[in-house]
């Protein structure tokens, strides 16, 4: 509070002597900040949209531009919901202070700015029953007529929920103590569902469901966004195998995101009906390694291309185990995605992706920083089977071979950079870390290549600046290699095809 209070004695000092500083900047020539007070609104909007609920209201106490900017309808368009979010200290007898819902002022800040959420987000919580009471609270204001509902629930357009599975233990690696949700809470959410009629996006994570409860999961969801849905994201709903159909009755889905567990068959068929466009297969750290999972058979997917044409598969790796995605035999596979930092190139994944994929696939790459050490000699590196990747799969226009060593060697050469981008002719997005690139020519000598093109390749590769200018040059645009920072907030565009 002494902080805050300082930047207001601050802003009034300078509002009140801007005239002076207004004369003096002009005899002297030298330009001056203006008040923050006349910011335009759309920035303070943005800025506050940033802020938490106690950041939001400690600014509001700034001035009174501020103050009207808390009110502002976008600054509270999303909505987080976590462990201290409108809490109060109780003290438990057993479990000493713990933050308790208050519902006095759950109450007076639905009735207020209520009607400007439009995505609703419950991060991973501790205490359950703050997020029980939370949502029966939120659903009975939803279900009040209008104008007692005080437009809660029709104005919100996005779902977010995410279940600390794997609370029980600190180590996420470990899969030994992961709890699904389940009985009153997951009755809870489901009345939450059932109170949101324009909802367009929904995202349940890690619900780690019974088989039993997971068959009657999105019931209250199918009966009120059937036709309005355009995004569905179900990750790990089950811990078993188990099929969701239920994804398959949504006719306006653009975009779904599911386990592999949850896919079979049958879904296969009800999606080769609908309008879907792009199908994420994902496995996170929470995806059981034990589980036999069944691939979706090949003739289902060969009907599926005959029937939607422009279904696209993306398969999706995460979480810090090395693993490989389970392959889906005649699937439309367009991008192959791993978000590890202990997932390594191999041939065995190289090989069975350009024998599987190699006239659908669009994109491959490894996210992250990673966390591994690779030989130095470069024929125990992946080299070649990166250059066998891009000579095997034509249409290949995003290349992420960042899957190298973080220390300062066994990398990536510059001449094979200069090989990758020659080599793939429609190559569009080339991510490249310059820790992982080290200025040697090791390819030996091709009998396909010309002298004068071996000679221009070693030239090329003595400098990180002549790789870069040979790279731009063939790719027609600029080109650098990108440093550890650039490369970790580099987004790839997996639903953008330049054909």
Known sequence: MIVYGRISTVFIDIEADQTDVDDESEDSGVNTYGPWSQLPDLVVEQVFSYLTIRQRYYASLVCRSWSAAFNLQHVWATFMFDDSTLTRRKFNYYYGWQHVLDHMRLQNCLSRIGRNIRCLVFAPLVNFFNLYEFMNMFSYFAEQPPPDNLGIGPNIRSLRFVFPCNMAVGDETEQAHIFGTGGKLLEALKRLMGNLPSLRHLELIDLMLDTREAQYLLDEVCSVCCT???????????????????VGVFLNLQVLVISPQNLGDDVVHLLANTTLRHLHLVQNSYTPEDLVFKPVSSQVWSLCRLTNPQLVVHLEVEGPRNRDPLWQSKAPVH??????????????????????????????????????????SFHDRIDSLLLLLCRQC?????????????????????????????TAKNLLYFYVRRNAVILRCDWPENPEWTPEFYKWLRTSSRTYEATEREVSQMMSRRWTLLSDRQFLITHVNQHHSPY
């Not at 300062?408 to 001449?415: K, L």
């Open 228 to 246: 309005t849905l355009c995004t569905l994201a179900v990750v790990n709903t089950t811990k078993l195998n188990y099929q969701l159909l239920h």
């Open 335 to 376: 991008s192959v995605l791993y978000h590890s930092p202990h997932a390594r190139v191999v041939s065995e994944s190289i090989l069975t992706v350009v024998d599987l994929y190699r006239h659908d696939l669009r994109i491959y790459g490894h996210r992250g920083l990673p966390k591994f050490n690779m030989a130095k």
């Open 394 to 422: 034509p249409y290949l226009h995003t290349l992420v071979p960042q899957i190298l060593c973080g220390i300062v060697r066994e990398r990536i050469s510059t001449s094979t950079v200069i090989l990758l981008a020659y």
